[in-house]
């Protein structure tokens, strides 16, 4: 599986969450964003978690939430790890860790406005960094739109931060991103789906079965 960490991101059900973790996977996402149409609450986020083996890391999504409602769902979900997707600044995710020192955060970047200069303003507060190919003005991720993986390869080789590289990854070309962009890390959605929101077990076996070619 060539040493990666595998997350399925946009569980929205426990049935779809006992699916994902009959793979070797490493995380899975758990979206709270308001304008995602993978968005759950948090008794369905209980319900999930409560399932899940404890080897599989689970990570909130956000996109511009207020601190205080993303604290409260860490810590009422006892959840220590959390994607951010908007235009939080570095301050934002500082303060984030001032509340909680213990928190992980994954800055969640457009591909194509990323940039060497930007990581380095927010390593010192981020732990790892997700490209994706989403447009700010269009839906947050899980579009099925393909990354740039010319310049996910450019940013990889230049950050000392693990990259976990998103946008579009599906069974049929995960293997040509791995071995172009060398990531830390994939994050897979819609490349798994049979619809939007609804995982499909066939898609799933395919892609374990290219990852593990």
């Given amino acids: 599986m060539q040493n990666i960490r595998i ?3 946009g ?6 969450a006992r699916l994902v973790a009959a793979f070797p996977i490493h995380a899975i996402g758990l979206n709270f964003v308001k304008r995602s149409p993978r968005r759950i609450n948090i008794r369905t986020a209980r319900e999930i978690l409560d399932k899940m083996p404890p080897i599989v890391i689970p990570i909130l999504v956000f996109e511009d939430e207020k601190i205080s409602k993303v ?7 006892s959840v220590s790890v959390v994607q951010l997707h908007g235009l939080e600044a570095v301050s934002y995710c500082h303060d984030l860790k001032r509340f909680n020192k213990g928190l992980k955060i994954i800055k969640a970047l457009p591909t194509k406005e990323a940039s060497a200069s930007q990581l380095n303003a927010y390593k010192r507060v981020c732990d790892a960094f997700l490209l994706d190919s989403f447009d700010r003005k269009d839906q947050m991720g899980g579009t099925g739109r393909p ?3 010319a310049v996910a390869q450019e940013i990889v080789s230049k950050s000392k931060v693990p990259i976990i590289l998103a946008g579009g990854l599906n069974p049929y070309n995960v293997n040509s991103a791995i ?9 897979v959605n819609s490349g798994v789906e049979i619809r939007t929101g609804k995982k499909d077990r066939s898609l799933m076996e ?3 079965t290219e990852l593990q070619s």
């Fill in 7 to 9: 997350k399925i991101c």
């Fill in 179 to 187: 071995k172009r962009v060398k990531p830390y890390g994939i994050d």
């Fill in 147 to 149: 990354s740039d993986w």
């Fill in 11 to 16: 569980i929205t059900s426990v049935y779809d």
């Fill in 71 to 77: 604290m409260y769902l860490c810590n009422s979900l």
């Fill in 206 to 208: 395919k892609l374990f």
